[in-house]
């Protein structure tokens, strides 16, 4: 599963990456210096795309003005494999249609400095038609997406361009990892695609958020996703497509809510509780959020009573003065 919709295997520190080298290109699995790991990796895949029959690529954007499509990556890797074997193959998103030619320099611009804070991706390769005495096949990809745009809370969401702005934003994304969510699509973005895909299967991912908006705001199209997260929580509770035990630990939440010293106390127990439990009651398969990432430490005092040891403290001083 990719962790990240631009860098799918962030999750991965270069010792992890000599050690699956190691296992299946017979590699040092102590050698994990980066250019070294890049030298094996070209040595093992140049043979391969060099006899492939035919390459396969996906697209950023397609124009409608020219029929042509662009492809964009940081590694060349789509380019290889769209030009050296003699039949390319393409998979584009139907979303992905742009309407002319000036308006992709705006999109392309908008990818990279969203994605990268790049003015431009290493590789921007437009093609137009298939290479001499080549062949290209361009396959128009729906998947739910006619679906989606006949949803009219979450249609906007086919606006994406797959920046992954939202999720280096997120705190819920920056704490857990985007293994966590176990969709293809992680994230704040992904909380808002993958119901649309299964409502039953991913109906805890809205919930996955603390709607603090940042996504929202750094998101280069102007995607509504903390409004629509909260919209598709609604629904997903309409549907009755809650699991058991987060419409019961919500209700829970509710009742705690309601009552502030109930609250403070369940707190202060918690994080006790967090800091004595042993490994294995809080990284299990219950928990996908713990994973991949280690849970934050429990903190040593709550804002609260930081506040009402120190300021309500001095604020009754000043008042008796
Ligand atoms: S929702 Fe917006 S910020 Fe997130 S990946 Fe898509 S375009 Fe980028």
């Known amino acids: 599963m990719p962790s990240h919709i631009v860098v799918p295997a962030v999750h991965k520190l270069t010792p992890d990456v000599a050690k699956l080298f190691a296992e299946h290109y017979h590699t040092d699995p102590n050698d994990d210096d980066p250019q070294s790991l890049a030298w094996s990796q070209r040595l093992a895949a140049r043979p391969v795309i060099l006899a492939a029959d035919a390459g396969m690529t996906g697209g950023n ?5 020219t029929g042509s499509f662009v492809v964009c990556t940081n590694e060349g890797n789509a380019d290889l494999s769209a030009t050296v074997p003699g039949l390319h193959i393409a998979t584009l998103g139907i979303e992905r249609l742009v309407p002319r030619m000036a308006d992709l320099g705006v999109f392309v611009r908008m990818l990279s400095r969203s994605a990268l804070g790049s003015p431009i991706t290493q590789y921007t390769t437009h093609f137009r038609g298939p290479q001499d005495g080549g062949e290209m096949h361009v396959v128009l990809v729906d998947n739910g997406r006619s679906h989606r745009l006949g949803m009219e809370d979450f249609w906007t969401s086919l606006k994406c361009i797959r920046c ?15 293994l966590s969510y176990g969709a293809v699509y992680s994230g704040p973005i992904g909380a808002i695609i993958d119901p649309t895909f299964n409502e039953r299967k991913y109906s805890t991912l809205p ?17 509504n996703i903390h409004d629509q997260l ?7 509770a309409e549907h009755h497509e809650l699991p058991f035990v987060k419409r019961e630990v919500m209700n829970m939440a509710g009742r705690l809510m309601g009552q502030p010293k109930l609250y403070r106390a369940a ?20 928990n996908p959020w713990g994973k991949n990432r280690e849970l934050p430490h429990p903190v040593k005092q709550t804002f609260h009573s930081w506040y009402k040891q120190n300021r309500l403290k001095t604020k009754k001083k000043g008042e008796d003065a």
Request: with cysteine; aromatic share 12%; proline share 5%.
């Open 267 to 286: 707190i202060s127990g918690t994080e006790t509780a967090l800091g004595v439990l042993p490994r294995f009651a809080l990284y299990n398969w219950l």
């Open 230 to 236: 909260y919209k598709w929580r609604r629904v997903l």
């Open 164 to 178: 992954g702005a939202c999720m280096n934003t997120c705190p819920v994304y920056r704490r857990s990892g985007g």
């Open 61 to 65: 954007f397609v124009v409608a003005e």
């Open 207 to 223: 919930f996955a958020s603390t709607m603090n908006g940042s996504c929202t705001n750094v998101c280069p199209v102007r995607i």
